[in-house]
């Protein structure tokens, strides 16, 4: 019994601490298939022997930890978290004969708003589910928040604040190296922390928040999906939803993970979320631990794990770190294979024990079906060595500590070494800048390494190894001709993704919307070289216009941007008040699906802002046109759009009221 209680000890311990660091650390301490094989282990060892420790993760409602600047304040209505299951047949069971509702579940922070008189009264962390923090001083920054509503009496609302992959992506960027966020999650976390004189950095971020129940509304209103249907009526930004019941629930749930393994999904999720369409019957229910019986079940992806060896340690240089990567035998794995996968950091790397080869064993898994990552490892090969030189150009490497996250981390000490900046590449060549098809960050680590590529401008200078590329392995006659035309395409450039492709700190696509936006082509060009500030941009001030100044002022990077202007040809775009009449003006669409006209939907949504409009990720009160080349089928976005009386179009038709290519 004693052994018991200590390995008890030691799982609370490990939990919280992983729980914390989950919710408001930029570094994860194990993934979720670590955590939540701990947990059970726990809950299994706590009904054998009937102890629960204090402070037991299995009987509180999660990580207690404030954000932000705020007052503690208690819930109205308890946040309790729901039960998870990673077997269909538990939530078929808990479903029985009542139709339920699926939706997502999303990975981010859950906020409570709530209204009075039609006006939000405050904005709540969910904090330990109890009590939160009052963070009503972001709501204005924070997209998705209602000030206001249509709904005079008292309304309390729950959703999950998130960000997109693509945004998260870009604010990493801009971050210092070692001060960048595990997942984007936890930059939610860390952005939900800032006090209120850094209040509009929330909307820079662009955490959205999505709402997911309709906790209270003195409105008679007891079906689950008409309370989701009023909160889209009243313009919140609602999950995506579908009715189903016990029989139909494992196709369903079978459909939407398809949508995960497809790399449909924009925004973070860990699972999906079954509710009744019964309210009164939901409310039934009783308080198990921290869980409400009848409220609702998640369910959790089994994350499949598979045995693999390792055969070697390689080091991939990304930014300006050296990042140890392991290879391995291939495994089968979400009906992929893999062999490969990040260590993160050398701090990752010791914490696994990963050897340097031999017989060590790894434990490898698709994280949410999507990221390979190594969560276990048998350590008896022998230790890695860190490399003391660049393997690309030979400089000293030397090891830094992360100032707020504390990882080891290898660099590279020459500024110049064009491997140390092979994420300047992946960002050049990615769909979000200048979108050249082919040049993965394999390949481009496969050329840097041949001396293929030493600079921006040698992309452009690619069919001068026709014959040696066509040699590599991997590649052929066909790879190289579909790289080269995909480089050609690349020559005619949108001016706000060239901006993007730069690097230029504290500036991504969407500040290089805005400076187009302001200015256009022409005066974005004659401001660089008359030194000109970029402060009139709304959100941009002193510190962003004086990134890209100091930028260019760099004999190197005005180099590197004349020579560069020598191989591309910017769209001459007019600057924004301009295009005031342009066709799409004063609309809001959502596009999905396929696009056949547009060479892809970040094209489609350049063209609809260049011509005065709004393009957004889900169907609302505010949507103007759904475009979907499917235009009867039964998707969650036709459903809505129909149900607010939104007209659903072809991307023809669109072509036909508002233009395009």
Known sequence: MEEKKKRMEYLVAALNEASAAYYNDKDELMSNYEWDAMFDELASLEAETGIVLEGSPTHSVGYGGALGGGRREAHEYPALSLAKSKDVSVLQKWAGQRPVWLSWKLDGITLVATYDSGKLARLLTRGNGTTGTNITYLAPQISGVPLSIEEKGHFVVRGEAVMSYPDFDRLNEELSEGEQYANPRNLVAGTLALDESRAEQVAERKVRWKAFSLVHTDSAVTSWGSRMDLLDRLGFDTVDRELCDAGTLPGVIEKWTQRVRGGEMELPVDGLVIAYDDTEYAATGSVTGHHATNAGMAFKWQDTAA????????????????????????????GTEVKRASLCNLTEMKRLGIGAGGATTLKVIKSNMIIPKVIAADPHGTAAEIPERCPVCGAATEITVGSSTGSETLHCTNPDCSAKHIRRFERFVSRQCMDIDGLSVETLAKFINAGLITDLVSIYRIGEHRQEIEAMEGFGARSFANLAAAVERSRNADPARFINALSIPKIGLDAGKRIIAKYGTAGFLRRLEDGEGFEEIDGFGAERSGSILAWYADGKNRDLFRRLLEEITLADVAPAEENAGGSCAGKVFVITGDVHVFKNRDAFKAYVESQGGKV???????????????????SSKNKKAKELGKEIISEERFIELFGGP
């Open 616 to 634: 957004t990720g889900s169907v609302s009160a505010k949507t103007d046109y759904l475009v979907n080349n499917d235009v009867g089928s039964g």
């Open 307 to 334: 045995d693999t060896v390792l055969d070697h340690v390689e080091w991939s240089c990304a930014a300006s770190s050296i990042t140890p990567v392991a290879v391995f035998a291939p495994v089968q794995l979400e």
